[in-house]
């Protein structure tokens, strides 16, 4: 059984429940108290992460602390279709490059997220204007990809795990005090992934109108 | 070519940004707008917040006819702004005041415009094959741009304060019309047309998104002076919204486009307004009909969502009518004028069920069709019986199959037949069940009494007369006191209680003045009343807080009403 030590308004949690949810993967949630409990930083969890942070995923001998590597882990081992992860070496590679996008965004974008969730002393503008200048890119992306008639950040006929590492942190940016007013691209792109058979969503994250 | 005079309308958005099923989110001179395409192609600009608890729009849900609101599913249609539904009162039609704020709207050369003045003329834009190029966002304001603009330019000729049409030094011999869209003080949108659609579309749209990109670039590398706070502008609300409701006369005019037998002695006419666009309605409404010689006459709107261009009506040609169907069924053509009224909602359907019977006896069918396409449209649980004399006899029988397993159709049967399927198909009632029923008087009696034998709840039937067949017994003298008014009014024989409370000055709207409507239903505080109407149901008689006025009367010497 996959075990999936989770804390709900975590960003990066949210990237492995979503794909655990499209998969149709049977899994335990074991919810850790962040805030205000600090469960984190409890000698129980620190042997499991000894960087104190979730998501943590336990699946069998593997045990994992780094998202990209959860979402690699779980489409290689159980997405048969291989769309997931492309095995192919360009679209391979792009995947993984857009998950280190993913983390950039978890960096400036997420971390100002939790700054202001926790009303942390945090230096909230030089995070903002990173966020601003990684969405202004992802943005005129994927507003050519459209003019192409693609979907997704690969240029391929289906999502990948690109998009679920780019998803949440996109999508909850406004707790961040992002403003996506000047992406439509990105607002676009949302609506479509939104529209993944068997999304799921997490406080913050609203479902599409269903698409025909 | 022509200037354009003001810059009143201003480019919101792209053609291409009004993606299907989507909802943009815009913004003009500090004005956030909801901007969405209905599936009939139609782009409605609205004021960004949901008249319920202020949430934007721009995050709800584009159903193709309707706007929903995320938080607690506010639904707004499409075109008129007004709102169609409230799940917390899914019993109750919401009131017609309950209408979003709406700004004009033009979709010219790729571009979506909008203004935030009302009456504000279009601009003349230059005719031509003109190409829309990638919009570009800076943080600056419009003025700031306009001057950056006029640097990067070889030549530039002014259209408006905010729009130029001019050459790039970084492309010369391409025309370029570009208009500056003030976000709000701070923050602007270039849009730009090319003169001409290229024979490479992307190469051309990535050099220009590259220029213009490079442009918002140097703008912005140039600090801005921080701007301070802004003084709200309160925008007031439209006296038409503001009036108290009060009754409301026939206010539409109509033309009868097409009339055509729906069936065996039913006639159906579509209506189309004489000017401007029709309101919105919701399942289950119907229109009062101003007929030739004064009468008023009442009609549901078979019109699902989304279907707003003209109403559907059906009419009955009834052998004993006191004239007014006879009179629509053989004395209106089509190209005549007709005054209706606005949509009066009496037969509110829920939207919360976890199923839904529709049970319609012939002509019935038509409130019950309108809610047939809301809760398909909608991928609501339902089912639609329609029971008629034969195939022949069945009112738009032609667009019934569209419903596909929803519909179940029983012809030919007789009053005992049409009774045991009633009650074979109804069943015992389960949470969150509703019946609607509309036909012949005798066809809500079996729907209704065997709903009662079923253990179906009152609340969970539901039914309307569009006439009282029963004899009015108005032999009974009382005295009525208003409550509010300070009045104490005797009620003779043979004179109405909606009679004499005008006679005494207080006014009370009516419709139809046979107790099948509920126009002119008061609420009633004191005295036990003797309910001669068909519109309140057995559990609100019983409870004797409300009086039918028209036809009601008074089973105590004495009644009190909150008027």
């Known amino acids: 059984m996959i075990t999936l030590y989770d804390y709900e308004l975590s960003a990066e949690c949210y990237q492995v429940r979503l794909l655990l949810a499209l998969l149709g993967l049977e899994h335990r949630l074991v919810p850790v108290d962040i805030h205000p409990g600090a469960d984190h930083r409890q000698p129980a969890f620190l042997d499991l992460n000894p960087l104190a942070e979730v998501p943590v995923l336990v699946d069998g001998a593997v045990t994992l602390t780094e998202v990209q590597a959860m979402l690699v882990w779980l489409a290689t081992t159980y997405d048969g279709s291989g769309r997931w992860l492309p095995r192919d070496p360009a679209p391979m590679a792009t995947v993984a490059q857009w998950l280190g996008v993913a983390g950039r965004l978890g960096a400036s974008t997420g971390a100002a997220r939790m700054a202001l969730a926790k009303t942390e002393e945090v230096a909230l503008e030089p995070l903002q204007a990173e966020a601003h200048r990684l969405l202004r890119v992802i943005d005129e992306h994927l507003w050519f990809a459209e003019r192409r008639g693609e979907d997704w950040l690969l240029p391929l006929a289906h999502p990948t795990i690109a998009e679920i590492a780019c998803f949440p942190h996109l999508a909850l940016s406004e707790e961040a005090g992002i403003s996506r007013l000047a992406y439509p691209a990105i607002r676009r792109w949302l609506d479509r992934v939104r529209r993944i058979a068997g999304f799921t969503v997490m406080s913050g994250v609203f479902p599409a109108s269903p698409s025909k | ?563």
């Open chain 2, 1 to 563: 070519m022509s200037m354009i005079p003001s810059p009143a309308w201003h480019p919101i958005a792209a053609s291409t940004d009004l993606v299907f099923r989507h909802v943009f989110h815009g913004k003009l001179a500090g004005q956030e707008l909801a901007v969405w395409r209905a599936d009939d192609g139609n782009v409605n600009v609205w004021e960004n917040r949901c008249l319920h608890r202020g949430v934007r729009l721009s995050i709800g849900m584009n159903d193709g006819a309707e706007l929903k609101c995320q938080y607690h599913g506010w639904r707004y249609a499409n075109r008129s702004a007004s709102c169609t539904y409230i799940p917390a009162h899914p019993a109750n039609s919401p009131a017609r005041q309950v209408t979003n704020r709406t700004f004009p709207v033009a979709e010219r050369h790729g571009l979506v415009w909008s203004a935030l003045e009302p009456d504000a003329a279009f601009p003349d834009l230059p005719e031509g094959d003109w190409f829309a190029l990638r919009a570009v966002t800076i943080d600056a304001p419009a003025q700031t741009v306009m001057g950056a603009l006029a640097e990067a330019a070889t030549s530039l000729v002014p259209l408006s304060p905010l729009a130029c049409r001019l050459a790039l030094r970084e492309a010369p011999g391409e025309t370029l019309i570009v208009f500056t869209q003030p976000l709000d003080a701070g923050t602007s949108v270039l849009r730009a047309l090319r003169d001409g659609t290229p024979a490479d579309a992307e190469p051309t749209l990535r050099r220009f998104n590259r220029i213009l990109s490079g442009l918002r670039d140097s703008i912005e590398a140039v600090p801005m002076p921080r701007i301070g706070a802004v003084e709200p502008d309160f925008a007031p609300v439209s006296a038409d919204l503001a009036a108290v409701p009060g009754p409301r006369a026939a206010g539409l005019s109509v033309v009868v486009a097409r009339k055509w037998w729906a069936a065996e002695d039913v006639v159906a006419l579509e209506l189309k307004p004489l000017s401007g666009t029709l309101p919105a309605f919701q399942p289950g409404a119907h229109i009062d009909v101003t007929l030739p010689d004064g009468t008023l006459r009442q009609y549901s709107l078979t019109n699902g969502p989304g279907e707003w261009e003209s109403w559907v009506i059906g009419v009955r040609r009834q052998r004993q009518s006191r004239g007014g169907s006879r009179m629509i069924a053989e004395q209106v053509r089509e190209g005549d004028l007709l005054a209706i009224s606005e949509p009066r909602h009496k037969f509110p359907l829920r939207r919360d069920a976890t199923r839904t019977v529709l049970i319609a006896g012939g002509i019935g069918i038509t409130p019950l069709l309108a809610m047939a396409k809301a809760l398909h449209h909608g991928g609501h649980p339902f089912e639609l019986h329609a029971f008629a004399r034969s195939a022949g006899h069945l009112p738009f029988a032609e667009g019934l199959q569209a419903f596909g397993d929803h519909l179940h159709l029983h012809l030919g049967q007789d009053p005992d037949e049409t009774e045991a399927t009633v009650r074979q198909f109804l069943g015992p009632h389960g949470f969150a069940q509703h019946v609607y029923v509309c036909g012949s008087a005798r066809m809500i009696d079996t729907v209704t009494q065997a709903a009662a034998d079923l253990g179906w709840p009152d609340e969970a039937v539901h039914y309307e007369h569009f006439s009282n067949d029963r004899a009015i017994d108005a032999s009974s003298a009382f005295t009525v006191e208003l409550a509010r008014s300070a009045l104490t009014v005797d009620v003779p024989a043979g004179v109405s209680l909606l009679a004499a409370i005008r006679d005494a000055g207080v006014t009370v709207p009516s419709s139809c003045e046979k107790g099948a409507c509920g126009t002119c239903v008061v609420p009633l505080l004191d005295g036990v009343p003797d309910h001669q109407d068909v519109y309140l149901n057995t559990t609100e008689k019983r409870a004797g807080r409300a009086i039918v006025t028209c036809v009601s009367r008074a089973q105590t010497p004495r009644l009190v009403l909150d008027l």
